[in-house]
């Protein structure tokens, strides 16, 4: 078998561990986990366009986040706190507008939040049927966009609540409009919403890694 469907196979199976694992997430209504990865030269590359100290604050963000609703509101609501950039996505389902309006102003005063995007819906809380279908579409959201040869699969954080898909990360405008189109294809997707940070293309070309010098050109002696 050739090397390339070796790495796409690859793929394959680790987003398979992916939908498993975001099944169990969804099923304890924990902080979602994301994981992402791009094949390019016969390699899975992880990478994220935050800076660490962005990512050690969406990750405390979501802790303290989750933390405080669940002191304030308990169990009567179904809540999924995300958190990219200090950018927070609030979906799930809240008993009453008051309770929606009530989170939103917890997550709100948590340190380093600059903006919440409140999607909750006021409704009964889903089923854990729906919950398993939203993983596995999550799933199969990310195996599309890896299979993508244009897109960088990690660029998108993939949240999916009762077959709606946000997508979230810091992506060109042709990064966010190919990753939508390829998105809306994916079987049992109903809608998608997209809270990207729009970056320019020179922007990205600074953010991608440089490319490994030539091997031959690594090992020759500099000149006297």
């Known amino acids: 078998m050739k ?28 902080v979602p986990l994301v994981l992402g990865g791009a094949a390019a030269g016969g390699t899975l590359i992880v990478s994220d366009r935050r800076t660490s100290g962005a990512q050690l604050e969406d990750e405390g ?10 002191s304030n509101i308990g169990d009567r609501a179904h809540v999924n706190l995300t958190s990219y ?8 389902e809240v008993p009453s507008l008051q309770d929606k309006q009530l989170i939103e102003q917890i997550v709100t005063r948590v340190e380093n ?26 799933g199969r959201v990310k195996a599309m966009l890896v299979d993508a040869p244009d897109l960088f699969a990690n660029s998108f954080k993939v949240v999916t609540e009762r077959g709606t898909v946000y997508l979230m990360g810091r992506v060109t405008q042709r990064e966010a409009d190919r990753g939508t189109n390829v998105v809306r294809s994916t ?5 998608v919403v997209r809270i990207f940070e729009i970056i320019s293309e020179e922007e990205l070309k600074r953010l991608l890694p440089e490319p490994a010098k030539p091997q031959a050109e690594a090992r020759k002696p500099a000149s006297n």
Not at 61 to 70: A, C, D, P
Not at 85 to 92: F, H, K
Not at 113 to 138: C, H
Not at 187 to 191: E, I, N, R, S, T
């Open 85 to 92: 950039n200090r950018q927070v996505l609030l979906t799930g």
């Open 113 to 138: 939040v600059t903006s919440v995007v409140n999607e909750l819906a006021v409704m009964g809380s889903s089923s854990l049927t729906q919950r398993s279908s939203d993983a596995l579409i999550t």
């Open 61 to 70: 963000i979501e802790l303290r986040g989750v933390s405080r609703i669940r």
């Open 3 to 30: 090397p390339f469907m070796n790495c796409r196979m690859s793929n394959r199976l680790a987003l398979s561990v992916l939908s498993a694992t975001l099944l169990l997430g969804s099923l304890t209504a924990c």
């Open 187 to 191: 079987p049992g997707v109903l809608k």
